[in-house]
């Protein structure tokens, strides 16, 4: 009997099968979560410096940005290079608003971050959604470019190199500015964004932006308006792009055009394809392993025992040598792990199970 | 608009456009043969150059120390074509992009481990002394050397790929791969060869870029900039490349004189923009069937 099972087990955990109980389907599930929830609410009281709280913090607001740009190009297949100049328009709209118009308050300020990023979607997609294919990451790059540049003549035009100083944020009269006061703010904006963006891949919305990746002609025969949907893709991860541009701004509390290099939008791509192209949990997988890999070279290069190769070496180039590590980590995982690290885990997760279910089953037998 | 700095303008244009000619070249070779991307280029052009700069520095003669870059750079291109791009054959179209991308970071992050932090001359052997052309237009020999070297560049390259047996080849593999491969061609020699052609070409320009001022990291952006005029000539035209090289060329040298420096990639990526929104396959590019 135990064959039989095994045969029909690994596909789908989600779906509860005949015969088998609530807990034997999602066990295994409630059980990761569990531990998962607990994991992040106790992580800022047991790490040891702040420091890693801000690693988390930033690592939480990338997620947000990955989770965005991997809806666009892990699932429908529209490869852009714009995430630095979204992300742009979310923090100097946010800026301009707050220090030159009128003190909006915190959440509003975030909302009309997001509100400009998708009016700005639908004015760049008139030209970019005509653009097919890797074009398409062509013309991002160029309109990166013209976005970055406006943003550069306006601030050297109004405050100059130091940028915009970002006023505190506030929910409700609560003033955030503590990196262990942003962590729960953060975590609850991802934790939203994240099934947001979960349930909005498993609705007719989402099945068309697949329909689109996957055979664009086929999707329009089948009743997808392919130039719509695009835009629609393009439109709503625009906007969580500029929401988190937004967000990141009251974050760091300054906005300037130096931090939106066209390296920010490379970093991004890095994050989907090292966690997961097209998996919500591989953005963030992703996100978290690009944002903190920086904090653990640095961590660990100035404790580098003395006696080892080339020790002088690296400590003297921190910097390079994490640029080189992350450059071999984005090598490496499209040339090995191309489908990226959410797959990897998944695999894993399924082949675990088998083996529970296998030696449970074996038991039933012996029993018997 | 002051027609007396005209001179000055064309001056920087020639120069400028003998540096897009040799990038855009590369990424040309590179995208008919395989339609592959390079995005490395930039890292690859300034690595050429802080290579040539020590070597020189080091008393090896300019010509020497050149044809070693380029013989090296050949190399690199055939071993990163070898092992870091075929593999991924088969693989989504942007896997590529990707991975020249991460190598590009990498050899940005080697270039400072290796030669420090500071810039590199590049001292070439040519005088400074100004040579009088038609039109006002005034150049010293270490100026005009990088057109001329340009030119014969793409010359060779346009009758290699016209009379040669190899050339033919790689202008059949172009035409269709696959029919190529059936005819018993070995079309991934055939490639390798194209990637060899392209960086010797990126060497080639890295040292121009370097004697011109100086070798430096702020380099990296002209490998993607010299995207540009290869887009607007056609990427799969060698022949328009020259045409694109000297359009944006021009363009860009009258945007930084008469408006500013910081107006040059704002100008050269609106000139990207509009040939894509209009005619993605260039001037002289030969339109592609879609796969849909």
Do not use: C
Request: hydrophobic letters at 60%; glycine letters at 10%; a positive charge.
């Amino acid at each position: 009997m135990s064959d039989t099972i095994v045969k029909q087990a690994p596909v789908e955990p989600g779906v509860p099968k005949a015969g088998r109980s609530f807990l034997a389907t999602y066990g295994l599930r409630i059980v990761g979560f569990a531990v998962l929830a607990i994991a992040l609410i106790v992580y800022p009281l047991v790490v040891p410096t702040s420091r890693w709280v801000d690693a988390a913090n930033q690592a939480m607001l990338a997620s947000i940005g990955a989770i965005a740009l991997n809806i666009l190009i892990g699932v429908a297949g529209q490869f852009s290079m714009g995430s630095a100049a979204f992300m742009a328009i979310g923090s100097f709209t946010a800026a301009i608003v707050t220090t030159q118009l009128v003190e909006l308050p915190f959440l509003l300020t975030l909302l009309l971050g997001a509100v400009v990023g998708g009016v700005a979607a639908v004015l760049l997609g008139f030209i970019a959604l005509r653009i097919r294919g890797f074009y398409l990451a062509l013309a991002t790059i160029a309109l990166h470019y013209i976005v970055i540049f406006l943003f550069q003549r306006y601030q050297e035009g109004t405050v100059g190199i130091t940028g915009f100083l970002m006023p505190r944020a506030d929910i409700f009269g609560i003033t955030i500015s503590r990196t262990t006061q942003w962590y729960p703010v953060l975590l609850v904006l991802l934790v939203l964004i994240a099934l947001g963006a979960y349930n909005l891949l498993r609705s007719r919305t989402g099945r068309a932006f697949r329909a689109v990746k996957d055979r664009d002609i086929a999707a329009a025969i089948l009743g997808v308006n392919v130039t719509r949907t695009k835009m629609v893709a393009f439109i709503i991860t625009s906007m969580i792009i500029g929401f988190q541009g937004a967000l990141s701004a009251y974050y760091l509390g300054v906005v300037t055009y130096e931090a939106f290099h066209l390296d920010v939008s490379v970093q991004y791509i890095a994050m989907i394809m090292i966690g997961g192209v097209a998996s919500v949990a591989g953005s963030i997988l992703g996100a978290v392993f690009v944002i903190i890999l920086p904090f653990i070279v640095q961590g660990i290069v100035p404790n580098l025992p003395s006696w080892l190769p080339f020790s002088e070496l690296i400590e003297r180039n921190v910097f390079s040598v994490q640029l080189i590590i992350y450059g071999l980590v984005i090598i490496f995982f499209m040339l090995k792990v191309p489908r990226g690290m959410a797959y990897g885990f998944k695999r894993l997760g399924i082949w675990l199970k088998k083996r529970i279910l296998n030696a449970a089953n074996r038991k039933k037998e012996v029993d018997a | 608009m002051n027609l007396a700095l005209l001179p000055d303008v064309l001056a920087g244009a020639i120069v400028l456009s003998g540096i897009y000619l040799l990038i855009a070249l590369s990424w040309v070779i590179i995208f008919r043969a395989s339609k592959l991307w390079n995005f490395a280029t930039g890292q690859f052009l300034v690595l050429a150059g802080f290579i040539a700069a020590t070597m020189i520095g080091a008393g090896v003669n300019y010509w020497v120390a050149t044809l070693v870059v380029v013989g090296v750079m050949a190399v690199m291109g055939v071993l990163t074509y070898r092992f870091l791009l075929r593999p991924l054959a088969g693989q989504e179209m942007y896997a590529p992009f990707i991975v020249t991308l991460g190598l590009g970071i990498v050899i940005q992050g080697l270039i400072p481990i290796i030669w420090g932090p500071n810039n590199l001359p590049l001292k070439a052997p040519f005088s400074n002394d100004r040579i009088d052309l038609p039109f006002g237009i005034t150049l010293t020999t270490n100026d005009l050397i990088v057109p001329i070297v340009a030119v014969v560049v793409y010359v060779g390259l346009l009758a290699f790929l016209r009379w040669t047996k190899v050339g033919g080849q790689m202008r059949a593999a172009n035409e269709s791969t696959i029919l190529a491969s059936q005819s018993g061609m070995n079309v991934w020699l055939l490639f390798g060869i194209a990637f060899a052609i392209a960086f010797a070409a990126l060497a080639l320009a890295g040292i121009a870029s370097g004697q011109r001022s100086l070798v430096a990291l702020s380099a990296i952006p002209l490998g993607l900039k010299g995207l540009v005029p290869a887009m607007l000539g056609g990427l799969n035209s060698v022949g328009g490349a020259a045409v694109g090289a000297v359009f944006v060329a021009v363009v860009e040298s009258m945007v930084v004189l008469y408006l500013g420096a910081d107006w040059s990639n704002l100008v050269v990526f609106a000139i990207l923009l509009l040939v894509l929104a209009l005619r993605p396959h260039g001037l002289f590019g030969k339109a592609e069937a879609v796969r849909v």
